[in-house]
């Protein structure tokens, strides 16, 4: 069974600081990895979508790696912002159409 | 504009009352996804359905149920079976496996 590991649970860093927040998987039979945002008490927005034959996807600040031999990847943040106050989640998908695993989250404080 | 819609936003149930949550979506979407989130924690999958009259089991379907009549909607009926229903319900739709989740904003369910 797919099981899903992301830490640190909580980080906190000040305005300006690149991050770099982690998700570890133990199958790595996967068809792709997706980075969400949560905000409080809503739905997910999907950042970044990683295909299982990409290494990185990028939009923005964003920037999202993935090794899937080893079971990991990264979400990176650069020049982090009080606005990117949040709950990271990553979820990965296996090769059975429609099944995601999520890890439960990193959540995000970003001080002015 | 296109989006998920989940009603209602807060939702309370009796003692061996069944309630179903709504999930109405506008992205012409073939895939849906039902899943549950607790405090802290990450999401986890109760149901999904890659076509219309067609769902399958996720990972925590006992005392839910499902209907999938409709490509555009996808509720959810939480059964008097499942004793634990107090959790935030997230319904998501995406276009493929190789496509982006979507999510709607929730639904809040309490017992009374």
């Known amino acids: 069974k797919q099981e899903v590991t992301q830490i640190p649970a909580a980080l906190s860093v000040p305005e300006g600081e690149n991050l770099v927040l982690n998700c570890s998987f133990t199958?790595?039979?996967?068809?792709?990895l997706q980075w969400f945002r949560q905000d409080p008490g809503k739905g997910l927005t999907s950042l970044l979508l990683i295909q299982s034959s990409q290494r990185e996807q990028t939009s923005g600040r964003l920037n999202a790696s993935l090794d899937k031999s080893s079971g990991r990847s990264t979400l990176y943040i650069a020049a982090s912002q009080p606005g990117d106050s949040a709950t990271y989640l990553c979820?990965?998908?296996?090769?059975?159409?429609?099944?995601?695993?999520f890890g439960d989250g990193t959540t995000l404080t970003v001080k002015p | 504009d296109g989006g998920i819609t989940q009603s209602p936003k807060y939702l309370f149930r009796k003692e061996g009352q069944n309630v179903t949550l709504s999930c109405e979506q506008n992205?012409?979407?073939?895939?849906m996804y039902w899943y549950r989130q607790d405090p802290g924690q990450g999401l986890r999958l109760i149901y999904y359905s890659q076509i219309v009259n067609d769902f399958q089991k996720g990972d925590i379907a006992e005392g839910y149920s499902v209907s999938r009549e409709k490509k555009e909607s996808f509720p959810l009926t939480v059964t008097s079976a499942q004793k634990n229903p107090t959790a935030f319900y997230l319904c998501?739709?995406?276009?493929?496996?190789?496509?982006?989740?979507?999510f709607g904003d929730g639904t809040r369910l309490s017992i009374l």
């Open positions: 998501a739709s995406s276009m493929g496996r190789d496509q982006p989740q979507h």
């Open positions: 992205l012409n979407h073939d895939a």
């Open positions: 979820a990965v998908s296996d090769t059975n159409a429609g099944k995601s695993t």
């Open positions: 199958d790595s039979a996967i068809y792709n």
